[in-house]
């Protein structure tokens, strides 16, 4: 089945520095790849997605790249903010198996003012 | 708007007894449902995917006959966790597909705390 690695589990950036996290997956049919932020105790909130049929999206100071060759896929937050703390997590789903998303491990981001 | 929401918000419990967490799509039709577990500082875990109408899908390492899911209607499923201990203890999410929604994006309640005594 599909697997997703997920690096750094953590990272810790001054604010205003652009973090950078990388995931990769081991199944070339997934075809839709989220990004989820998680705060303490909360439900995992959608902050940007990409699908396999695009190379890069962009959303204000969230971007996302997507290499299907490779099967790696990197989430990018430019000029960091202490808010942007938190956990994030990659997934990847296969439009073939009822959309189920397989979570990387996380990334912790600490944001220092 | 896709609304999503779990019914306890969290839940103590005594080892031996069982517990039901209920997830609704309030504002939607949600022909499947998936149940995620989250212990402390980890990753969420796919448990099962939940058809409505028909049994649900366990992932590999699950046990069905201790996590009981039903799927009754297209805007609620269940998921009861039978004869709890305490390792059972953790943060439970469902989630939502939304039919029209693109590829295959899910919506995520806010997630049930159970601590098993």
């Known amino acids: 089945g599909e697997n997703v690695e997920q690096h750094p589990s953590t990272l810790s950036v001054q604010e205003g520095d652009s973090a950078v996290i990388k995931c990769t997956y081991s199944d070339s049919a997934s075809n839709y790849f989220p990004w989820y932020k998680q705060e303490l105790g909360k439900r995992p909130q959608l902050i940007i997605d990409i699908r396999s049929n695009v190379g890069e999206k962009k959303d204000q100071r969230i971007a996302v790249t997507l290499n299907k060759t490779a099967k790696h896929f990197s989430l990018h937050i430019t000029e960091t903010q202490p808010e942007d703390s938190a956990v994030y997590f990659c997934a990847a789903s296969m439009g073939n198996q009822g959309g189920k998303l397989i979570f990387g491990q996380g990334t912790e981001l600490s944001v220092k003012p | 708007g896709a609304v999503v929401s779990q019914h306890p918000s969290w839940v103590i419990c005594k080892s031996g007894t069982s517990v039901k967490i209920e997830c609704r799509s309030l504002d939607f039709q949600a022909t499947t449902m998936f149940w995620y577990r989250q212990f402390p500082k980890q990753s969420l875990m796919l448990m099962a995917t939940s058809n409505e109408g028909s049994k649900a899908t366990y992932e590999q390492g699950v046990e069905k006959d201790k996590f009981l899911i039903n799927h009754a209607s297209l805007t609620l499923s269940t998921l009861t966790v039978t004869s709890a201990h305490p390792e059972d203890s953790s943060f439970y999410i469902c989630?939502?597909?939304?039919?029209?929604?693109?590829?295959?994006?899910?919506?995520f309640g806010p997630g049930t705390r159970l601590t098993v005594l």
């Open positions: 989630s939502a597909g939304k039919p029209a929604a693109a590829y295959n994006e899910q919506f």
